[in-house]
């Protein structure tokens, strides 16, 4: 506890000051909240209404900066707080948790260390129909199964490997996973490659991840495309996840449009269809529960609506109908217990809320 406070005392000590300090230091951030209704949350026909931090997209302060070092060469750095903006409390268990690295940059590319998003995470999103350049959000349809396919996204103790050459960006990423008895028990590998030109972008990532005892690994991957034309941009995308000790997959197919109604209006649309195989169990119980195969199909809706280029309001619907091993996952990742004696079961949410970036 005292620890944890310091941190703070420490972090509203420098926070004034460094907002005003060199230039090549930025102070920023996203608050976001929501009033969500879901319906069915649990399977068992419960409602829930709550306010739900993030929304559209997580809550988050950051700190980030550059100082010259010549020759083409820079020194960079990034800090980046995530919080619950409906409590007020750290989110990830850490004062900086969503990334906190420090590395080298130049012509070069960048070669960073620290706490930093794996590949998949930089790539796969690009490609989420409902993402559109804010992030990930409350009840994205890509959490269908339990919010698998992004699951180790932010690698502690990795050093990640950078490089935009003309339309295309790489991206390599290890992460060092300090256990006792084996150099390869908790780490993580991985990268991948963005072609991005004109209308068009494409993107394929890859990453896996050893369990800290070395009996499984899991490996995950992102392939994705999308085209702009007019008003509007398409997007493909599809996502797997392949766990070898309990031979478990799982996979995530979508399609979707973004339009830009008019230069405040924005309105998105997509479509969702999961499946799940083999030895698919719980996540959350002391005793996992085997579960097996499944499926479900999605569907969500947003509009936004900016007030300014920092203020912006949001509407989001979303269904969906869950089958087989399927329910299990999804009505333990959403009401805490999971569901076993039921065939399918069907969510239906809608949120409203408000998004101010600074």
């Keep these: ?58 809550s988050r302060f950051g ?18 707080n995530g919080f619950n903006s409906d409590t007020g409390t750290v989110g990830y268990n850490a004062l900086f948790g969503r990334q906190a690295f420090v590395g080298l940059a130049g012509n070069w590319g960048s070669l960073t260390f620290g706490r930093q998003y794996n590949a998949v995470n930089n790539i796969g999103w690009a490609f989420n129909p409902l993402d559109q350049g804010w992030g990930n959000f409350w009840s994205d349809p890509i959490y269908i199964g339990g919010d698998i396919f992004f699951q180790d996204y932010r690698i502690n103790n990795s050093v990640v490997y950078q490089h935009k050459m003309g339309p295309f960006s790489v991206q390599l990423d290890y992460g060092a996973g300090e256990q006792p008895g084996g ?15 004109g209308p068009l972008a494409l993107g394929i990532a ?7 005892d070395g009996a499984n690994t899991i490996r995950n991957y992102s392939v994705g495309g999308s085209y702009a034309f007019g008003k509007a941009s398409a997007y493909v995308g599809h ?28 309105l998105s649309g997509a479509y969702y269809r999961y499946l799940q195989s083999g030895g698919v169990t719980t996540q959350f119980q002391d005793v996992p529960i085997h579960l097996g195969g499944g499926n479900a199909d999605s569907v969500a809706f947003v509009a936004n609506y900016a007030f300014s280029k920092r203020t912006s309001v949001y509407l989001e619907a979303d269904l969906v109908h869950a089958r087989g091993g399927t329910v ?31």
């Design 239 to 266: 996502m797997g996840r392949r766990e070898s000790a309990t031979d478990a997959h799982y996979n995530i197919v979508f399609a979707g449009l973004g339009y830009q109604l008019t230069p405040a209006l924005h």
């Design 63 to 80: 700190l980030k900066g550059t100082e010259d070092l010549g020759g083409g060469n820079r020194a960079i750095f990034q800090l980046e």
């Design 183 to 197: 150099m390869h028990r908790g780490t993580t590998l991985g990268g991948g490659v963005k072609y991005d030109r």
């Design 328 to 358: 299990g996952r999804e009505t333990e990742y959403w009401g805490g217990t999971p569901v076993t004696d039921v065939s399918q079961s069907t969510r239906v949410g809608v949120m409203a809320g408000m998004r101010h970036t600074f």
């Design 1 to 58: 506890m005292k620890s944890s406070a310091s941190l703070w005392l420490l972090a509203a000590g420098i926070l004034p000051c460094v907002a005003y300090a060199d230039s090549g230091v930025t102070l920023y951030g996203i608050v976001s909240s929501a009033v969500r209704y879901t319906s069915n949350i649990d399977g068992q026909h419960h409602d829930q209404v709550g306010l739900v931090s993030g929304g559209m997209v997580g």
């Design 206 to 212: 890859y990453d896996q991840r050893r369990s800290d």
